[in-house]
Nanobody, 124 residues
Framework: QVQLVESGGGSVQAGESLRLSCAVS????????LGWFRQTPGKEREFVTA????????SYADSVKDRFTLFRDTSKKTMYLQMNSLKPEDTATYYC?????????????????WGQGTQVTVSS
């Protein structure tokens, strides 16, 4: 059974940092794409970042490039999203996602598994 469980959300001031965690079970890291998406009420889910099953360099949305970093700890079966220099527009519910495809990319309909989401609120 596949499970993705996020943690680490919270409320911060603009310019501060947060680290989200996603505990993954039932997925083999080297055979799957893992990624992060976010969503605010009334808007479509938005791609944030993802890493292929090969574990090479992650891809990022332009809005978070150079501020957010995805990394994985395969020994702990956990994926992280380090978010620095947070802005109010980063406020959203953040979801980790897994795809059976090795390179699912930025399209959310390519992902098969989703966590429950964790709220990030950034105030100015």
């Amino acid at each position: 059974q596949v499970q993705l469980v996020e943690s680490g959300g919270g409320s911060v001031q603009a310019g501060e940092s947060l680290r989200l965690s996603c505990a993954v079970s039932g997925i083999t890291f080297t055979r799957s794409t893992l990624g992060w998406f976010r969503q605010t009420p009334g808007k479509e889910r938005e791609f944030v970042t993802a890493v292929t099953g090969w574990g090479n360099r992650a891809s990022y949305a332009d809005s978070v490039k150079d501020r957010f970093t995805l990394f994985r700890d395969t020994s702990k079966k956990t994926m992280y999203l380090q978010m620095n220099s947070l802005k109010p527009e980063d406020t959203a519910t953040y979801y980790c996602a897994g795809a059976q495809a090795l390179n699912a990319g930025a399209q959310d309909d390519k992902y098969d598994y989703w966590g429950q989401g964790t709220q990030v609120t950034v105030s100015s």
